[in-house]
């Protein structure tokens, strides 16, 4: 299956482009551990160690394409493959996931989990950064 997913924060390209790369940035916004060495082939983890990939490609404020999967993801099953485009728009970002190869039985959770567990705290991270 494939989620795609659009979210407006109020940030620049660059800055929600870091918030998701940057080891320290995305564990401010999640409130759990990560890691991440972006560079293509670099590894990053995320949630604790619930979330793994690999970086695929990286353009700075611009794209980000990844193998990624769950400690829950299915024995065998490949790594889904997510794609975050960063668009500037007046007051911020318009980031929009692909995200394919999902698991059918897991995709309503991450269809959910997306907006939970990343868009409403991406922009509750920066909109505390204007105040």
Partial sequence: MTITQTALIPATPVEAYDALVNARKHAAFTGAAATSAHRIGGRFTAWDGYISGKYLALTPGRRISAEW???????????????????????????????????????????????????????????ARIK
């Avoid at 485009?85 to 309503?108: C, D, H, N, Y």
């Fill in 69 to 127: 999967s769950t400690t829950k993801w299915p024995r065998g099953y490949p790594p889904s493959l997510i794609e975050f485009t960063f668009e500037p728009i007046p007051k911020g970002t318009r980031l929009t996931l692909i995200q394919s190869q999902v698991p059918a039985s897991q995709a309503p959770n991450y269809r959910t989990g997306w907006k939970d567990y990343y868009w409403t705290p991406l922009r509750a991270y920066f909109a």
